[in-house]
């Protein structure tokens, strides 16, 4: 068993929640960020890094975003042989057969959270990423049912981020009113 104490709680930490007041790039902010990839042991990191290669060409398409996340994901890893085969992978769209990850429950929670993220990146999620996700979550130790409500929350972020940037566009183009 890995076990790791994590630096930050990722991804409902007080900085993060600053990101995503000030900032709104795509893909989501936290998808497999740097600052939480750089806090796993060299293990986890390939584990994760495998994950996020399946689950970007789970429906068969490739986007740049998708790309972008997975390029972080595996600038972390020393091996340049896996991190050549993780590409190979991803080029010839072969979806890796993961190993069991047996590590503490909040880390897997906190990476299952990251990677239904990586599945969003699209801010879609097709039967055939749903599946490889629920194949993650397995491989984590978690239920298809608590795969089924990581995914659902995904989609309700996905969805009030979507809501925080058409109200910023309306503020912005809203005239100040100011009262006396």
């Known amino acids: ?8 709680t990722f991804p409902f930490n007080f900085y993060w929640g600053l990101v995503a007041c000030f ?9 497999m960020s740097g600052a939480f990839i ?9 584990w994760a890094a495998r994950a996020v290669a399946g689950l970007i060409i789970a429906d068969g398409v490739v986007s740049e975003a998708e790309l972008a996340v997975l390029r972080e994901s595996i600038s972390f890893l020393d091996d340049l042989n896996q ?3 993780i590409v190979e992978l ?25 990677l239904a993220m990586v599945a969003m990146t699209d801010d879609k999620l097709t039967g ?11 491989k984590l130790g978690f239920e298809p049912r608590f795969a089924h409500v990581v995914i659902l929350w995904a989609k309700d972020f996905i969805k009030l981020t979507k809501k925080k940037k058409d109200i910023i566009a309306m503020g912005e183009k809203t005239p100040p009113m100011y009262l006396h």
């Open 1 to 8: 068993m890995v076990l790791v104490k994590p630096l930050v």
């Open 83 to 85: 991190v050549n085969e």
């Open 128 to 138: 055939y990423e749903t599946e490889y996700f629920t194949y993650i979550a397995g």
């Open 38 to 46: 750089k806090i796993l042991p060299p293990e986890v990191k390939l």
């Open 90 to 114: 991803v080029k010839l769209k072969e979806r890796p057969q993961l190993e069991v990850l047996k590590c503490e429950r909040k880390l897997a929670s906190n990476l299952l959270l990251a």
């Open 23 to 31: 900032q709104q790039p795509s893909p989501p902010f936290f998808a």
